[in-house]
């Protein structure tokens, strides 16, 4: 079955304690990303890759990091977590980096909450 | 930049009422338009997409018509069943500049269908 995983799906933690969000795609799809979601926000991206080894900043990228060293995986590292980054984080895949016509699948969620 | 606006929510409807969701967007140059619809505790999936001027995107009885002159995307569907309850995004991807490729969201509309 074409999927986007991620673990874990809930996660509570402290201020300032390192964690990593990992999302895997089994469609080969090239382009991957990290949105946020916040009440009356809508979804905004944190971080996209294009390709393995190739990642660029999305519109929230401040206090996150990611890396693609595989295709099929691109974890979301928060190095030094604060309250503001409790959020629903999703991620996602499409199989093009142009997405004109292409379907983005995503990620079940990750439900991260920072005390 | 490019943005998405759709109409304030939450929505609440009787099942078999007829539903518009307003959308209407701003974008550099001609961009590709898109319903997710996220059902809850879920992520976000395709609805229904259109890609140039005139098109009508539809899926599950919902619909959608790309209006280049309004530039809007507004979805609607004729009857809506209590299984239609979600949150509605809009969303558009860019061909101009900075914003080509990337997938920019509304802020999203909750729907709400009683029996």
């Known amino acids: 079955e074409a999927q986007v995983t991620q673990n874990p799906r809930y996660l509570i933690t402290v201020t300032g304690k390192k964690l990593t969000v990992t999302c895997s795609q089994n469609m080969n799809h090239e382009y991957m990303s990290w949105y946020r979601q916040d009440p009356g926000l809508g979804l905004r991206q944190i971080y996209y890759s294009m390709n393995v080894e190739v990642t660029d900043k999305g519109d929230v990228p401040e206090g996150y990091k990611v890396s693609r060293k595989e295709k099929r995986n691109f974890p979301l590292i928060l190095e030094s977590p604060s309250p503001n980054q409790t959020s629903l984080y999703f991620c996602?895949?499409?199989?093009?980096?142009?997405?004109?016509?292409?379907?983005?699948?995503f990620g079940p969620g990750t439900r991260l909450t920072v005390l | 930049g490019d943005s998405v606006t759709q109409m304030e929510g939450p929505v609440t409807l009787s099942e078999e009422a007829f539903l518009t969701i307003n959308c209407t967007y701003t974008a550099t140059g001609y961009p590709s338009l898109f319903w997710y619809v996220q059902y809850p505790g879920e992520g976000l999936q395709l609805l229904l997409k259109a890609t140039k001027a005139d098109d009508k995107g539809s899926n599950k009885g919902f619909e959608a018509t790309y209006r280049k002159e309004t530039t809007s995307f507004h979805l609607e569907k004729g009857s809506v069943q209590v299984s239609d309850s979600a949150v509605y995004f809009c969303?558009?991807?860019?061909?101009?500049?900075?914003?080509?490729?990337?997938?920019?969201f509304g802020q999203g509309t909750i729907l709400t269908v009683h029996p």
């Open positions: 969303a558009l991807v860019g061909r101009g500049g900075t914003s080509y490729g990337k997938l920019t």
């Open positions: 996602a895949s499409r199989l093009g980096t142009s997405g004109f016509t292409d379907t983005q699948y």
